[in-house]
């Protein structure tokens, strides 16, 4: 069964206006975390925001915002003010930590290709 | 922190050899992990270290890869008689746990092989 699932296989937005890109997941664990990252085209992962179970507010970072609902298991990733260089692939992923093993892997969306309009 | 540097970048190989890629995580980082890229998908786990000990391997690894942390350090990936469906984009990622789970995985740059 799939854990992460990103619906939007791709995403525009021009540029300096806010999106929202979309990621549900499916767990029993009641302790996990949740994190995005963005890889541009160059490869490489890059660590953008963390929202855990138990995290009474939504995550913040800079213009990266995460609308965390537990209930509904969705950890949708907000970019405001939207950058030409924001134009990447974006993941989400979850880190169980019991159905993990303990071992602190992440397991991955296949991720949603935003681009940015000038 | 110089971040987790991987070896090669790209590697081309012909079907049938044996290929082996590097990895140096952040040096205090007791966790390292090997992931398997496909293009247009996201990262799958392959394979996940606490220190020398291999802990854990997925079932996507056949009898063909091996992995490797020795003294808890580097790490090495060697892919036996590689078929085109090992081309892939293999990535290392590396954490410090000690402090929870909230710890994100810092990556490598990866390493593009591509079986001909």
């Known amino acids: 069964a799939q854990k992460i699932t990103q619906t939007q296989p791709g995403m525009f937005v021009q540029e300096k206006e806010a999106v929202t890109l979309d990621c549900t997941y499916d767990t029993s664990d009641q302790s996990y975390g949740l994190f995005w990252y963005k890889q541009p085209s160059s490869g490489e992962m890059i660590f953008l925001i963390y929202q855990g179970s138990y995290d009474e507010q939504n995550a913040t970072e800079g213009r990266y915002s995460l609308n965390f609902q537990k209930a509904r298991k969705s950890a949708n990733l907000v970019i405001s003010a939207s950058q030409l260089g924001d134009s990447a692939m974006y993941f989400c992923a979850m880190r169980e930590l019991y159905g993990s093993g303990n071992t602190g892997k992440l397991i991955f969306g296949q991720g949603t290709t935003l681009q940015v309009k000038p | 922190d110089t971040g987790v540097s991987q070896d090669p970048r790209h590697k081309i190989t012909k079907r049938g050899q044996n290929v082996t890629f590097r990895c140096d995580p952040i040096?205090?980082?007791?966790?390292l992990y090997w992931y398997r890229q496909t293009l247009g998908q996201g990262p799958e786990f392959l394979t996940y270290?606490?220190?020398?000990?291999?802990?854990?391997k997925s079932r996507l690894l056949s009898d063909r890869f091996s992995a490797e942390r020795p003294k808890g350090s580097f790490s090495t990936l060697e892919i036996q008689r590689t078929e085109q469906g090992d081309s892939a984009m293999y990535l290392c990622a590396s954490s410090l746990m000690d402090r929870g789970y909230n710890s994100p995985l810092h990556f490598g740059n990866g390493t593009r092989l591509t079986v001909t």
């Open positions: 040096s205090e980082h007791n966790r």
């Open positions: 270290f606490q220190n020398e000990a291999q802990l854990e």
